[in-house]
């Protein structure tokens, strides 16, 4: 007891006086998907990212991803700006003070405030992020996340980091992808050696079956045997993840995946709101599904059960609901609330319903619709809020039919 | 394109003070990341892998007229019990005048012909193309259709660039749902009773098949697997599947299905130019059976130690 308090106050004063402490080295944590392998395939893949991406204190830009690390000049004025991978270095630091807390050491979206919030902070590591002016589940441009950073995400907790500057936000911008980009080759990594079988409990079971017929299998034999195969073509299986990664972020950029209505918005008047709330009732787009016939969130798809990602043998989650990317329960936006999270600028919401919400169950409508029903969908979305949502479905649109059906498995 | 040739550039970033705090007053020290490589203050040229590509086959050799086919067959040498349906006839708690309405959805996690004991959808494929195969241009238009709320098929194969028009027999909307490591996922609604379709594209190639889902339905599943070569195949409801226009030679099978995953990493076969070659694949209950049980005690981790 007393030693300890005696080591904080000495700690203190270290800080006081030199400026630096002991805290905990910050470090990077182990996407789920790696800590479920063998530990020697952990390994294999912390070694990989070590080499490529260094630790939080001591990182390493590796110049074959498509990001400005920042080019040293002898002339600037601060002297850690002489020296290449500036950029990279001052985006951390300023990660580290503004959005570690939610996103986490390593973009995990486990920071210590995390757990306590509603939607999660996002984890980048899968490099799917909803809101962004790209087709499907094309990675956002470089100015999706600035605006992101600018304006936050109405609706949660993602705050507006407005105030600290375009300069300072685009370091930001670049330190995210960075994570991300070390996170998606981290996750493609565990997700093939998991392939292999060198998952523990996988390799477990190997063992059992196959000592049922030979007694001389073990644990070790059995990894030995995966890992050699495995190693024979590591640098490569690290090579080609890398430029698959590579490849996403530059496809961000490519102006096809830009979403651009063709059609010019159709005016928002009374026509226009009642052929969209036509279309957000038919039978044919079912918005209603998930957002319930008046928009308030609550369409019978959230008391279906939904199917665990990948589970073998096949089974639904305990709790009924919609489900994220990330496996969380997803509620359908209330739309009589008109807080949209990225953006009510009518573009914004034709981008969402054309092309969905990525990482989220909420599909594109964009290749079974025209731009001028998208439009007047939107005319419709914009309108929610000022509707009586007691009005009765208009003729022949069989609104009524989504009543909430009980829940079952 | 392969990474090997490019060389990678590096540079280290180190920070001074480890005080997360304090993190903006640290410098940046640039150090080459191994002792070995030091060199003074320049990125670290390294290049990562220096592998000799593998001389390319003539060209002529890989046509397809005179190419070797493999056929074969699928089966289960157990007893199989049908699993449950997934949606019993007429038990749909979603779009129930559609969905399991004229007949059940069967549960198609593992189908297994009661007459032949044929498996169906097992794929069979080569993870890469044979060395120096150039894959011609896929322009057959695959379908690939719902009905009853249910994928058709369960299980397709798709080259790299083919077309594959997602159509819907049924008239409530679906939406398919692809969950890809190598392509952008997607995700669009299907009309209902749509019979021009929608069209779907995935321009490279994945390691295994990949999910395909309808949120509206959640019970809707499918299997896409898309490689950047036509020698793959899916076994049908007699566990039958053939794979036409291989190269002559030594090839490796992955065969994989979705309950257990690999059946087999690398099934070893052997044709000859212009001729056919047959397989019988036979597995059982213990290839398809998996733990749900409690966690046994112990495992035996070495013999040695």
Not at chain 1, 190 to 197: F, R
Not at chain 1, 315 to 337: F, H, K, Q, S, V
Request: proline letters at 6%.
């Amino acid at each position: 007891m007393r030693s300890s308090s005696l080591s904080l106050s000495l700690c203190g004063l270290t800080l006081l006086l030199a400026g630096c402490g002991q805290p905990p080295e910050p470090k990077f944590s182990l996407n789920a998907k790696t800590a479920a392998l063998t530990p020697a395939a952990q390994q294999l893949i912390s070694e990989a990212l070590v080499e490529n991406f260094g630790t939080p204190n001591n990182l390493v830009a590796w110049q074959e991803l498509p990001i400005d690390y920042g080019k040293g000049s002898p002339t600037a004025a601060e002297a850690h700006r002489q020296a290449d991978g500036w950029r990279l270095k001052e985006g951390r630091d300023l990660y580290m003070v503004h959005c570690l807390h939610c996103h986490g050491v390593a973009g995990d979206g486990n920071g210590t405030t995390a757990r306590f919030l509603n939607p999660r902070p996002r984890d980048y590591r899968q490099g799917k992020y909803k809101f962004k002016s790209t087709a499907g589940g094309n990675r956002p441009t470089h100015d999706d996340l600035m605006r992101i950073l600018e304006e936050g995400i109405a609706g949660t907790y993602m705050p507006s980091f407005a105030l600290l500057g375009k300069d300072q936000l685009g370091l930001l911008v670049d330190y995210v992808r960075w994570l991300s980009m070390r996170g998606e080759i981290e996750e493609g990594l565990a997700i093939e050696l998991a392939q292999v079988g060198l998952k523990t409990a996988d390799l477990e079971r190997t063992v059992r079956e196959q000592r049922t017929e030979d007694k001389s299998v073990t644990l070790d034999t059995v990894r030995d045997e995966l890992l050699a195969e495995v190693k024979a073509s590591w640098p490569d299986t690290v090579a080609e993840k890398a430029k698959d990664v590579v490849d996403f972020w530059n496809e961000a950029n490519n102006a096809e995946n830009l979403v651009m209505p063709v059609a010019k918005r159709v005016v928002a008047d009374a026509e226009s709101i009642a052929r969209g709330r036509a279309l957000y009732l038919s039978k044919e787009n079912k918005c209603s599904d998930c957002h319930g016939p008046a928009g308030r969130g609550d369409g019978p798809q959230t008391e279906q059960f939904s199917a665990i990602d990948g589970a073998s043998p096949a089974r639904n989650y305990d709790e009924p609901g919609l489900r994220d990317a990330w496996g969380n329960i997803i509620m359908p936006r209330n739309l009589t609330r008109g807080v949209y999270r990225f953006g009510r600028r009518p573009l914004d919401i034709y981008r969402r319903v054309h092309q969905g919400i990525n990482g989220t169950p909420m599909p594109g409508f964009g290749k079974t619709l025209k731009d001028e029903q998208i439009w007047d969908i939107v005319n419709y979305v914009l309108s929610i809020p000022y509707q009586d949502g007691t009005a009765p479905a208009p003729e022949g649109v069989a609104g009524g039919e989504t009543v909430p059906e009980t829940a079952s498995r | 394109m392969s990474l090997n040739s490019k060389r990678f550039w590096r540079a280290a970033a180190m920070m001074g003070c480890s005080s997360l705090c304090l993190a903006g007053t640290a410098a940046l020290i640039l150090t080459p990341p191994r002792a070995a490589e030091a060199q003074g203050p320049h990125p670290v040229q390294i290049a990562v892998a220096t592998q000799a590509v593998a001389p390319a086959l003539a060209e002529a050799t890989v046509g397809f007229a005179d190419g070797a086919k493999l056929t074969g067959s699928v089966s289960f040498s157990d007893d199989f019990k049908a699993l449950a349906p997934l949606v019993a006839k007429g038990g749909s708690t979603k779009d129930p005048a559609v969905c399991g309405a004229s007949e059940e959805i069967p549960n198609e996690e593992l189908v297994v012909n009661p007459e032949n004991k044929g498996i169906a959808n097992v794929f069979v494929f080569l993870p890469k193309a044979p060395t120096g195969y150039k894959a011609p241009k896929a322009d057959k238009e695959l379908i690939f259709d719902q009905k009853n709320c249910k994928f058709l098929p369960h299980s397709l194969c798709i080259q790299v660039g083919q077309t594959v028009k997602v159509l819907s027999d049924d008239g409530v909307p679906h939406n398919t749902h692809t969950f890809p490591l190598r392509n952008a996922g997607f995700n669009q609604t299907v009309s209902p009773n749509d019979r021009k379709g929608v069209e779907l594209k995935y321009s490279k190639a994945e390691k295994l098949p990949i999910e395909v889902k309808c949120d509206f339905h959640t019970w809707m599943k499918a299997y896409h697997l898309i490689l950047d070569h036509p020698f793959m195949a899916v076994s049908d409801a007699n566990g039958k599947f053939e794979i036409e226009g291989l190269p002559a030679g030594k090839h490796e099978f992955t065969v994989w299905h979705e309950k257990k995953g690999y059946l087999d990493k690398k099934l070893a076969v052997e044709v000859k130019a212009g001729e056919s070659k047959s397989v019988d694949l036979k597995y059982g209950a213990k290839q398809f059976a998996t733990f749900e049980g409690p966690q046994p005690k112990s495992t035996v981790v070495s013999l040695t130690k």
